[in-house]
């Protein structure tokens, strides 16, 4: 039993981090064991996915487990915690604005971002929402609906509104590029969102092919041409494959 409220209590404590990931000295330190103990308890927690070790920086963080047993309320906490090393990673490749978004509706909402830090970037914040017709992240999202329920949550909107003159304006325009997103699994938007900013994003699959998430890479069209996507193209399905792979896995119920 004392096995069990000490793992627990690490779990808390992991928890309560809010997506930054905690080093096995600093949760020893928090929870007053021996780093022996801490390490056990950690690789029972690792092996059942309740938690996860970032490979890199050896620290750990919330595991793919807890998106599945957290309340509605909490998943979208949970999925930024679980996503965010990945990101931070992928921003470091790629050194472009990177994010993670999720389908509200018909809009799409950041629930994480990771900015370039380069003078010239795209300045969006966490809990922005736009229409999900009009970006590569919302692409990718809408395509994993069945056509039904595409049709439901557009029914009321005879023409589909342009935040700019590149956006796509109709459903049937929607459709057409959906049927290229589901063919090449990515998506891509040149000045459909945003007037000087293009994007390219990829899917995040949990278990039982359920779309978690978007990820994306962004940034301002001087440097993200099309041939800066096809080169950044694998950098980022290498990440949303991981991403993936853990969130599906055996273990992940």
Known sequence: MKSLVKALSVMDLIFAAKGR???????SKEMNLPKGTSHRILASLVQFNY????????????????????SSSNKRKMLRA?????????????METVSVAILVNDEIEYI?????????????????????HCSSTGKVLLSALPEEELDSRFKHR??????????IGSL?????????VRREGTARDFEECLVGVHCIASPVIGRGDEMLAAVSISGPRERMSAEKMDELEPLLREATEVLSTRSADDDFL
């Open 21 to 27: 990931d905690l080093s096995i000295a600093e949760i």
């Open 51 to 70: 938690a996860r070790q970032d490979p890199v920086t050896r620290k750990y963080g919330l595991g793919a487990r807890f998106l599945d047993i957290g």
């Open 82 to 94: 679980f996503i965010a090393p990945t990101l931070r990673q992928l921003r470091s490749k790629c």
């Open 112 to 132: 994480e971002r990771y900015e370039s830090e380069m003078i010239l970037r795209v300045d969006i914040h966490v809990g922005t929402r736009f229409p999900a």
């Open 158 to 167: 005879k023409n589909l509104r342009k935040c700019t003159d590149k956006s």
């Open 172 to 180: 049937l325009e929607l459709k057409e590029a959906l049927v290229k």
